[in-house]
Antibody, heavy 120, light 107 residues
């Protein structure tokens, strides 16, 4: 059974940093592109970042480019999101999600999410 | 960026009803469209990919259609567990974008 479990969320002040983690199990982690998707309170879903299985291809949404860094450790079956220079508008539930396959940008499995609150 | 627009934003329906949700892309995306179901506090669930392909394990009362810029998600006979928010997502490019969501509520 595919499982994705996020952790690392919490309350942080504007300008601060936070590192999210996603522990994956039930599939060959290194062969899948992984993603972070977020949902601000009362808002819809927003794709944040993607990283290929070998970490050679990385993409970011314009809203986080230069502030967030996605990475992965295939030996630990883990995905990470380093978030720096956090802003109020980064407040959201952050989901880890797996790409369905290598040819379509579709998320077939998601975690339950971790809440990040940016507030003074 | 490709903008995705869903309608309606919310809909009230009864168990057994047939419901259709539409999604429009700001430019042609062929059949690169997915639909998700999201319940509060839960992980989103993939229902449909490639506009009309049913994800494994998803009940056959869910169906998708369309190509180019206009797409629909249809639930043929609503069940109590179907009340949720539904999102379309274009999968045409790495910069994936979602519609704003359609909240399906019990009448």
């Amino acid at each position: 059974e595919v499982q994705l479990v996020e952790s690392g969320g919490g309350l942080v002040q504007p300008g601060g940093s936070l590192r999210l983690s996603c522990a994956a199990s039930g599939f060959t982690f290194s062969t899948y592109t992984m993603n972070w998707v977020r949902q601000a309170p009362g808002k819809g879903l927003e794709w944040v970042s993607s990283i290929s299985g070998t970490s050679t291809t990385i993409y970011y949404a314009d809203s986080v480019k230069g502030r967030f860094t996605i990475s992965r450790d295939n030996a630990k079956n883990s995905l990470y999101l380093q978030m720096n220079s956090l802003r109020d508008e980064d407040t959201a539930v952050y989901y880890c999600a797996r790409d369905r396959d290598g040819t379509s940008y579709v998320f077939d499995y998601w975690g339950q999410g971790t809440l990040v609150t940016v507030s003074s | 960026d490709i903008q995705m627009t869903q309608s309606p934003s919310s809909v009230s329906a009864s168990v057994g009803d047939r419901v259709t949700i539409t999604c429009r892309a700001s430019q042609g995306i062929s059949s690169w469209l997915a639909w998700y179901q999201h319940k509060p506090g839960k992980a989103p669930k993939l229902l449909i990919y490639a506009a009309s392909s049913l994800q494994s394990g998803v009940p056959s009362r869910f169906s998708g259609s369309g190509s180019g810029t206009d797409f629909t998600l249809t639930i043929s006979s609503l069940q109590p567990e179907d009340f949720a928010t539904y999102y379309c997502q274009q999968s045409n490019s790495f910069h994936r974008t979602f519609g704003q969501g359609t909240k399906l509520e019990i009448k």
